[in-house]
């Protein structure tokens, strides 16, 4: 009787039961499904961006209308990402280091930018602080502009941005508990010398990578800014605003040249989550030995 040997015994069924061929099936379509839906389409984008050669290109991306958007996207993304990572930092330490009631709620209204659709996000701004809205008179007669402004275009990014930092925190902080934090204030250290000392260096990573997935979606942001924005060129129009404008306008040329630089921010954020990543793992596989 022949005895499996140690190798083997140790490796899952699946690796023992499926046959070569069912694997490079499964890859083969799982490659040929990505290219398709996302490789293919990129290429499409910047070959249509370069169609009419680099001159137009670049005068699509120095046009004033695609400046004022490309500044307006740069300068939203710049409020809303450090919002949110302190929101997300707030957030995680309550629900993971403290008992209180309704913390089931607070983890739920987390998730709720999720379950609504952007649009209904932007309606909710405007039935506030539109004009006929309940704070829109108090506004007007103050002189403070929300709506068709650049506070209404960073409400409604914070508000679809809102649950990625701290989504990434919560399971982590979960996993790790409370140990290092009670023994640090055993040991005489405050909330801010435990939270900078031992909390911090644990989270670092998955910090930064909510940071850049919360960047990424602030970027790209169409539907709840396209409500609260007003469509106004060179005003409110941040990227994906601008690139709409421009296709309904049958300037494909510059509509894909913005759009390629915008896919350009994507794939450079994607770049820097993949070595954050990267270098995370090799720190782990450097610590156990590996």
Same mark, same amino acid.
């Not at 694997?23 to 389409?41: E, G, Q, S, W």
């Not at 979960?174 to 010398?193: H, K, M, P, S, V």
């Not at 954020?269 to 782990?284: A, G, P």
């Given at each position: 009787? !022949?005895?499996?040997?140690?190798?083997?015994?140790?490796?899952?069924?699946?690796?023992?039961?499926?046959?070569?061929?069912?694997?490079?099936?499964?890859?083969?379509?799982?490659?040929?499904?990505?290219?398709?839906?996302?490789?293919?389409?990129?290429?499409?984008?910047?070959?249509?961006?370069?169609?009419?050669?680099?001159?137009?290109?670049?005068?699509?991306?120095?046009?004033?209308?695609?400046?004022?958007?490309?500044?307006?996207?740069?300068?939203?993304?710049?409020?809303?990402?450090?919002?949110?990572?302190?929101?997300?930092?707030?957030?995680?330490?309550?629900?993971?280091?403290?008992?209180?009631?309704?913390?089931?709620?607070?983890?739920?209204?987390?998730?709720?930018?999720?379950?609504?659709?952007?649009?209904?996000?932007?309606?909710?701004?405007?039935?506030?602080?539109?004009?006929?809205?309940?704070?829109?008179?108090?506004? !007007?007669?103050?002189?403070?502009?929300?709506?068709?402004?650049?506070?209404?275009?960073?409400?409604?990014?914070?508000?679809?941005?809102?649950?990625?930092?701290?989504?990434?925190?919560?399971?982590?902080?979960?996993?790790?508990?409370?140990?290092?934090?009670?023994?640090?204030?055993?040991?005489?250290?405050?909330?801010?010398?435990?939270?900078?000392?031992?909390?911090?260096?644990?989270?670092?990573?998955?910090?930064?990578?909510?940071?850049?997935?919360?960047?990424?979606?602030?970027?790209?942001?169409?539907?709840?800014?396209?409500?609260?924005?007003?469509?106004?060129?060179?005003?409110?129009?941040?990227?994906?605003?601008?690139?709409?404008?421009?296709?309904?306008?049958?300037?494909?040329?510059?509509?894909?040249?913005?759009?390629?630089?915008?896919?350009?921010?994507?794939?450079?954020?994607?770049?820097?989550?993949?070595?954050?990543?990267?270098?995370?793992?090799?720190?782990?596989?450097?610590?156990?030995?590996?």
């Amino acid at each position: 009787m !022949q005895y499996p040997s140690a190798r083997t015994a140790n490796k899952p069924p699946s690796a023992l039961s499926d046959p070569p061929l069912v694997r490079y099936l499964l890859t083969t379509i799982a490659i040929l499904f990505l290219f398709l839906i996302l490789v293919l389409p990129l290429i499409l984008v910047f070959a249509s961006a370069l169609s009419q050669g680099f001159s137009l290109f670049f005068a699509a991306l120095r046009d004033p209308d695609a400046l004022a958007a490309i500044r307006l996207t740069l300068i939203t993304a710049a409020i809303v990402v450090p919002l949110n990572t302190i929101f997300g930092l707030a957030a995680a330490w309550t629900i993971t280091k403290f008992n209180f009631r309704g913390k089931s709620l607070l983890i739920t209204l987390i998730d709720l930018p999720f379950a609504i659709s952007p649009v209904v996000a932007g309606l909710i701004f405007v039935v506030i602080f539109g004009a006929r809205g309940i704070f829109g008179p108090w506004l !007007q007669a103050h002189n403070l502009p929300v709506i068709f402004a650049l506070p209404g275009i960073v409400l409604a990014t914070t508000f679809v941005t809102l649950p990625f930092v701290a989504r990434e925190l919560i399971p982590l902080m979960q996993t790790q508990g409370r140990d290092d934090e009670e023994c640090a204030i055993t040991l005489g250290a405050n909330g801010w010398q435990t939270f900078r000392r031992v909390t911090l260096p644990n989270i670092t990573w998955a910090l930064l990578y909510g940071v850049v997935l919360c960047n990424a979606r602030a970027m790209g942001e169409f539907g709840a800014v396209s409500i609260v924005s007003g469509h106004i060129r060179g005003v409110t129009n941040t990227m994906p605003l601008h690139i709409e404008v421009l296709y309904n306008d049958y300037q494909f040329t510059a509509a894909f040249a913005v759009a390629s630089l915008l896919a350009l921010l994507a794939m450079a954020t994607l770049l820097i989550k993949f070595f954050i990543e990267h270098y995370h793992r090799r720190q782990i596989n450097a610590g156990t030995g590996d």
